[in-house]
């Protein structure tokens, strides 16, 4: 039985939750977000407190689901609370970021500019090296900032490029390191 399915959870104060017609729908103060719902599963909304069911708990893949949409029913209830951001750094010389209009504007060495266009409920704030992707979808959240990543992924012996905040690059020794060792 899936651990993370079985777990109750509590609509926050001026949150509201419909399910109609196989797909459930969150409403709170940042927004709204909906899904549609796998015919195996089931939400259940009573007094406040909201869990997921499905039809067999022992089927494995019923098991995944389970699991799968309750992380996802969380997720969203704290998107439509408090919202969710990732942060990205740009290092390197002459690279930088700017907002044009929602759009971000990345200068990452390229011979042209990059244009990444905001997706509806993604909002991008650039401060100093510092870029913020905010939004109340995980998921497009998460995939918006792999996205501006990929653009310029941190090369290991300069460090330049752009990197999640909390990301460790693994640095390597250049060829000059390695001629004066021997």
């Given at each position: 039985m899936s651990r993370i399915g079985k777990k109750v959870r509590t609509i926050p104060q001026g949150v509201t939750l419909d399910i109609k017609d196989g797909e459930f729908t969150v409403k709170g103060p940042k927004g709204s977000l909906s899904l549609k719902l796998n015919p195996r599963v089931t939400i259940v909304n009573e007094n406040g407190e909201v869990s997921v069911k499905v039809v067999n708990p022992e089927n494995t893949k019923d098991n995944a689901l389970w699991g799968t949409f309750s992380s996802i029913l969380e997720n969203m209830l704290e998107g439509v609370t408090t919202g969710f951001n990732k942060?990205?750094?740009?290092?390197?010389?002459?690279?930088?970021?700017?907002?044009?209009?929602?759009?971000?504007?990345?200068?990452?060495?390229?011979?042209?500019?990059?244009?990444?266009?905001?997706?509806?409920?993604?909002?991008?704030?650039?401060?100093?090296?510092?870029?913020?992707?905010?939004?109340?979808?995980?998921?497009?959240?998460?995939?918006?900032?792999?996205?501006?990543?990929?653009?310029?992924?941190?090369?290991?012996?300069?460090?330049?490029?752009?990197?999640?905040?909390?990301?460790?690059?693994?640095?390597?020794?250049?060829k000059t390191a390695a001629k004066g060792a021997a």
């Open positions: 942060k990205l750094e740009i290092n390197g010389v002459g690279y930088k970021a700017t907002l044009k209009g929602s759009d971000l504007n990345l200068e990452v060495g390229f011979s042209h500019p990059v244009l990444i266009k905001a997706p509806k409920d993604i909002k991008f704030e650039v401060e100093k090296n510092v870029i913020t992707v905010s939004g109340i979808d995980k998921q497009m959240v998460g995939e918006m900032a792999a996205q501006i990543r990929s653009t310029k992924k941190v090369e290991p012996y300069k460090g330049k490029g752009i990197k999640y905040l909390d990301e460790v690059v693994k640095r390597k020794a250049g």
